[in-house]
């Protein structure tokens, strides 16, 4: 498909587990981002990578979170030891580029998600 | 911290009338994005603004980034029943980080058909 795809679209887990989640971006696009949305509330920022350049990681809650990204393709967010309150939906987006200076060539688009369950 | 305040939180309108949501943040902003999500799916971009005063159209939508820099607002007009979803507002911030937007939390608006 032409868009950003996830996996697994949903995901239970027990509290204590680590859980990998992963993100396909749209072909060529250079950037990447990772949110956090929690039942009911807006998204919140958690990694940003632009090619290989150092990922801005400013958004990421706690050290349990770490994600990687290979290139300009495929990245994976993984929780350590999961709490219940990592239960929510972490969304994928990706834009055609960052450092341009072209700022409509920035906008992000986002897949589907992934639902998490901490139990 | 950044914060971003939207509202109403929800609305239920009659279809056919006109709805208006709004964001504020706390600090300036030198882009403003509003987005549509609909219940299992990412958020998709209605419109894009990058200067203040702007004020740009899609369709039955209208947006205008303040000239405060400060606020937004997101009309649509003559709703109709696919207009239901959640509405978000994001800005960013590029003096602060260039890469980091923050989203509202959100305006779920309900057409009555």
């Known amino acids: 498909g032409a868009g950003v795809s996830q996996s697994p679209s949903n995901k239970v887990t027990e509290k204590g587990k680590d859980v990998e989640l992963r993100c396909d971006p749209i072909s060529g696009h250079t950037a990447l981002y990772w949110y956090r949305q929690r039942l009911g509330q807006g998204l919140e920022f958690l990694i940003y990578f632009q090619g290989n350049s150092a990922p801005d990681k400013s958004g990421l809650p706690s050290d349990r979170f770490s994600a990687e990204r290979t290139g300009e393709s495929v990245s994976t967010l993984t929780i350590q030891r999961t709490q219940q309150e990592d239960s929510a939906v972490y969304l994928c987006?990706?834009?055609?580029?960052?450092?341009?200076?072209?700022?409509?060539?920035?906008?992000?688009?986002f897949g589907p998600g992934t639902r998490l369950l901490v139990l | 911290g950044q914060q971003l305040n939207q509202s109403p939180q929800s609305m239920f309108i009659q279809e056919g009338e006109d709805v208006s949501m709004n964001c504020t943040s706390s600090?300036?902003?030198?882009?403003w994005l509003w987005y549509k999500q609909d219940p299992g799916e990412g958020p998709v971009l209605l419109i894009a603004l990058y200067k203040a005063g702007e004020l740009t159209s899609n369709g039955r939508l209208t947006a205008q980034f303040g000239i405060t820099r400060k606020d937004s607002f997101l009309n649509i007009s003559a709703s109709i029943p696919s207009d239901v979803g959640i509405y978000f507002c994001a800005g960013r911030d590029t003096a602060n980080n260039f890469n980091k937007f923050y989203f509202g939390s959100g305006t779920k608006l309900n057409v009555k058909p």
């Open positions: 600090s300036i902003f030198n882009t």
């Open positions: 987006a990706s834009s055609l580029a960052s450092s341009s200076e072209l700022a409509r060539s920035r906008t992000q688009y």
